[in-house]
């Protein structure tokens, strides 16, 4: 009996321990979760809301349009035969750099040559009969001297028509001397004709440039020039330097002059090159609403080629050591002017009307209502209103003085 009664004792007192247990976590727990929301409803700081700002200060602006564009030769030219011929000796071929009135190519024109000995003998020939006209004239002239001399003399010895018909001989012989002496000179054109003609068959560069392509060979037949269907020899191009053709959007041109420098980026070279815009257009095409801009790139070395890609860097505007801010702090930016919130010595926001210049897409000119090292608040100017205390903290890092 005694021992059942030691038990149920022992059975009682380990329930006492593990409900004590119990209530002692619980109590813990408790404790713990009522401490938290004091935590969270603790005010942090002073209250003053801080604001993002930045520094009015001077700095160099530039205003830049950047332009993809193309290579293209300075000149570029088919060298035609200016006679009709065979091709005797090609002197070039692709890619050889030849001086301006280098000789190409040589043609081969056989009937020109028995022209230009004609037109030599035409000459002779003139050069004869002006002799043989000349020696007519003065026999004929002195004839009507003569008896022009003795009708004033002696009037009643020579009658008058034989003075009359010697004045028609000497003026008919006058006429026959010039008439051959243009004759003469016509000769002389003719075969100078023909030299230059001779000249024609040497084909010779009209400029200084690169041989970018051959279309003939030796013995190949060319014709002249002047027909339409007619075979070129070469084609020269002039690749020093090259001319960089830039489309200007209509609302950038009023912008663009002569003389204005140009950044040149060619990725496929890697290289960057200072060049400055050559010439304008003058003129918007109407299909792409553009202006044609040229910009001529030094090529010495001939590592660019016509063809290649270019990005093109104009200076539209720059302002040296202007006074600018941030575009963010200058929103809704009229007629020149904006409303920006500046944060005083006192840390109060205050609300100015900022005269706007110059503008970039990171910042924007200051010409009046800010001085430099004055703090303007940066986007979400909503979060204060003028006459608020805030404390500043610097876009950039650290701290605003």
Excluded: C
Excluded at 1 to 27: D, E, P, Q, W
Excluded at 38 to 49: D, I
């Amino acid at each position: 009996m005694l021992t059942g009664i030691a038990a149920h004792r022992k059975v009682l007192a380990a329930t006492l321990i593990s409900l004590a247990l119990i209530f002692g976590a619980a109590a813990i727990y408790a404790t713990r979760a009522e401490k938290k929301p004091e935590a969270a409803t603790k005010p942090s700081g002073t209250g003053v809301p801080v604001v993002a700002v930045a520094q009015a200060k001077r700095t160099d602006l530039l205003n830049t349009l950047n332009l993809a564009a193309e290579f293209r030769p300075f000149q570029e030219v088919d060298v035609y035969a200016r006679v009709a011929g065979y091709v005797r000796q090609m002197k070039v071929d692709v890619g050889d750099r030849v001086k301006a009135g280098e000789v190409l190519a040589i043609l081969e024109v056989p009937e020109l040559e028995a022209d230009l000995q004609q037109a030599s003998a035409a000459v002779d020939s003139a050069d004869q009969e002006v002799i043989r006209a000349k020696a007519a004239y003065d026999e004929a002239h002195l004839m009507y001297s003569r008896l022009t001399e003795v009708l004033k003399q002696q009037p009643d010895l020579v009658a008058q028509q034989d003075v009359d018909e010697a004045h028609a001989k000497d003026e008919t012989r006058k006429a026959s001397w010039v008439a051959a002496q243009s004759a003469v000179r016509e000769a002389i054109a003719r075969r100078a004709k023909y030299r230059d003609m001779i000249e024609y068959s040497k084909i010779t560069a009209p400029f200084a440039g690169v041989v970018s392509r051959r279309n003939a060979d030796t013995g190949a037949l060319m014709g002249a020039g002047t027909a339409s269907a007619t075979q070129s020899l070469v084609r020269l191009s002039q690749l020093n330097p090259l001319r960089l053709i830039l489309p200007v959007p209509e609302s950038q041109v009023p912008k663009i002059h002569a003389g204005d420098p140009v950044q040149v980026f060619v990725p496929a070279t890697g290289q960057t090159l200072s060049a400055t815009v050559a010439r304008l257009s003058g003129a918007v095409a109407t299909e792409t609403r553009t202006m044609r801009v040229e910009v001529d790139v030094p090529n010495p070395q001939l590592t660019l080629a016509p063809g290649m890609y270019a990005s093109a860097t104009l200076i539209l505007d720059e302002r040296k050591q202007a006074l600018a801010i941030p575009v963010e702090a200058a929103p809704n930016i009229k007629d020149g002017a904006a409303t920006a919130l500046v944060l005083d010595k006192q840390r109060k926001v205050q609300q100015r009307r900022i005269g706007v210049g110059m503008q970039t897409p990171t910042q924007v000119e200051v010409t009046s209502g800010l001085e430099e090292g004055d703090l303007v608040l940066l986007g979400g100017q909503g979060q204060v209103q003028p006459g608020q205390i805030a404390e500043p903290k610097l876009a950039s890092g650290g701290d605003p003085k």
